[in-house]
């Protein structure tokens, strides 16, 4: 499958998916740590990819975000971006508005 | 080297943005020894205060702020924490609040 294809596929698969370094039980970035426990803290049911298994899709997705650097988070197709941004949203609440529906 | 490449970041980010205020503190130390240190590039925290935010959501603050660092992100940065407020919103908040450990 094409690589942007496979992007768009993952992304209509998950509704709630984060690209990140490493797995929810080990995080190989304190970025990625962050982003993992803040959607555990929004009660959220979520995927991730990790991007160290797939240097391809690595790239391609930064291209595909128009965002350089990971982790990212995507609900239902859409980027809402990294870290601090989903650490942000965690605390003002409106992480767990977002991926309850 | 690492002041140069403050400089760097510091002079694309004014050129860019024309903040009213831009604090920039290199973290790398912090990370020294982890995986995403080994490629020589470093991290970065940055506090941006500029008009230029006005109207904008978080994401496209922070695509902002990527696209205008453009090929540093690739050569210099390897993560960015970025802090992003209008001069209103930096009014109002408090003292402190730029901390996003």
Same mark, same amino acid.
């Given at each position: 499958?094409?690589?942007?294809?496979?992007?768009?596929?993952?992304?209509?698969?998950?509704?709630?998916?984060?690209?990140?370094?490493?797995?929810?039980?080990?995080?190989?970035?304190?970025?990625?740590?962050?982003?993992?426990?803040?959607?555990?803290?929004?009660?959220?049911?979520?995927?991730?990819?990790?991007?160290?298994?797939?240097?391809?899709?690595?790239?391609?997705?930064?291209?595909?975000?128009?965002?350089?650097?990971?982790?990212?988070?995507?609900?239902?197709?859409?980027?809402?971006?990294?870290?601090?941004?989903?650490?942000?949203?965690?605390?003002?609440?409106?992480?767990?508005?977002?991926?309850?529906? | 080297?690492?002041?140069?490449?403050?400089?760097?970041? @510091?002079?694309?980010?004014?050129?860019? !943005?024309?903040?009213? #205020? $831009?604090?920039?503190?290199?973290?790398?130390?912090? +990370? =020294?020894?982890?995986?995403?240190?080994?490629?020589?590039?470093?991290?970065?925290?940055?506090?941006?205060?500029?008009?230029?935010?006005?109207?904008? @959501?978080?994401?496209?603050?922070?695509? !902002?702020?990527?696209? #205008? $660092?453009?090929?540093?992100?690739?050569?210099?940065? +390897? =993560?960015?924490?970025?802090?992003?407020?209008?001069?209103?919103?930096?009014?109002?908040?408090?003292?402190?609040?730029?901390?996003?450990?």
């Amino acid at each position: 499958m094409e690589i942007n294809e496979r992007i768009k596929d993952l992304l209509g698969k998950h509704p709630v998916l984060l690209f990140m370094k490493g797995t929810p039980d080990f995080p190989q970035c304190g970025f990625s740590a962050a982003a993992v426990r803040a959607l555990q803290g929004a009660n959220a049911s979520f995927s991730t990819v990790n991007i160290f298994e797939e240097p391809e899709l690595r790239d391609a997705l930064k291209s595909y975000s128009n965002w350089p650097t990971y982790p990212q988070l995507y609900v239902k197709g859409e980027l809402i971006g990294g870290s601090d941004i989903i650490v942000e949203m965690m605390k003002s609440g409106e992480l767990k508005e977002l991926v309850k529906s | 080297m690492t002041a140069t490449r403050l400089e760097r970041i @510091r002079a694309s980010l004014t050129a860019g !943005l024309q903040p009213d #205020t $831009l604090e920039l503190t290199d973290d790398s130390h912090l +990370h =020294a020894g982890h995986a995403g240190a080994r490629d020589g590039r470093g991290h970065f925290r940055v506090y941006i205060v500029s008009k230029r935010f006005a109207t904008m @959501r978080p994401l496209q603050r922070h695509q !902002l702020v990527y696209r #205008t $660092l453009g090929d540093l992100m690739q050569t210099d940065i +390897h =993560a960015l924490s970025i802090s992003t407020f209008t001069p209103d919103e930096a009014q109002t908040r408090q003292p402190g609040h730029f901390n996003p450990r």
